[in-house]
T-cell receptor, first 118, second 113 residues
Framework: IAGITQAPTSQILAAGRRMTLRCTQDMRHNAMYWYRQDLGLGLRLIHYSNTAGTTGKGEVPDGYSVSRANTDDFPLTLASAVPSQTSVYFC?????????????????FGSGTRLTVV | DAKTTQPTSMDCAEGRAANLPCNHSTISGNEYVYWYRQIHSQGPQYIIHGLKNNETNEMASLIITEDRKSSTLILPHATLRDTAVYYCIVRVPYTGTASKLTFGTGTRLQVTL
């Protein structure tokens, strides 16, 4: 089934440790995104990528880094985790519109990674 | 991005139509209205989107007012599985680069027996 796979599903991480959240899509979408969701704050964009080889910062990028070596994979790395990074992380992707229509595609989201930093 | 305003919560009896309103009075001419929902602890799920015409798919209908300042998502026969938070989002125009979705707080729909 086409979609987005995130791993791990959940993780408890000691503060100061490095952690990479994995995200893989099989829809050949150009754009990919990482959001975090915290109670009362909704979904906030961390980083995004327009296409393989490019990345950009979202609303809350500090403490996170991403890479986009190919179309399918978009890992999110926490270099030195802190408790404030406890959250649910969602990866998403979106395709580019067909030529001439300009009709933007919807997003597809992964099932999320629940991260607890202690 | 145009901001959206939604009621915090709504209730609906199972089998009845659920009508979820959204105000987006500052929407610009080339911005689309998207609806997503998030069932507890799952990733957001795309429902439907539209520009100015009413839209219908297997999940729902989207009614956009003529002035485009508001819209209504209609779930024609709500079931318990439709209990979720529903997000109305106005998407920035596509410019060839990744365009983020700005999520508000959404409407928590509770479907009851």
């Amino acid at each position: 089934i086409a979609g987005i796979t995130q791993a791990p599903t959940s993780q408890i991480l000691a503060a100061g440790r490095r952690m990479t959240l994995r995200c893989t899509q099989d829809m050949r979408h150009n754009a990919m995104y990482w959001y975090r969701q915290d109670l009362g704050l909704g979904l906030r964009l961390i980083h995004y990528s327009n296409t393989a080889g490019t990345t950009g910062k979202g609303e809350v990028p500090d403490g996170y880094s991403v890479s986009r070596a190919n179309t399918d994979d978009f890992p999110l790395t926490l270099a030195s985790a802190v408790p404030s990074q406890t959250s649910v992380y969602f990866c998403a992707s979106s395709g580019t519109p067909t030529t001439g229509t300009g009709r933007p595609y919807g997003y597809t989201f992964g099932s999320g990674t629940r991260l607890t930093v202690v | 991005d145009a901001k959206t305003t939604q009621p915090t919560s709504m209730d609906c009896a199972e089998g009845r139509a659920a009508n979820l309103p959204c105000n987006h009075s500052t929407i610009s001419g080339n911005e689309y209205v998207y609806w997503y929902r998030q069932i507890h602890s799952q990733g957001p799920q795309y429902i439907i989107h539209g520009l100015k015409n009413n839209e219908t798919n297997e999940m729902a209908s989207l009614i956009i007012t003529e002035d485009r300042k508001s819209s209504t998502l209609i779930l024609p026969h709500a079931t318990l599985r439709d209990t979720a938070v529903y997000y109305c989002i106005v998407r920035v125009p596509y410019t060839g680069t990744a365009s983020k979705l700005t999520f508000g707080t959404g409407t928590r729909l509770q479907v009851t027996l």
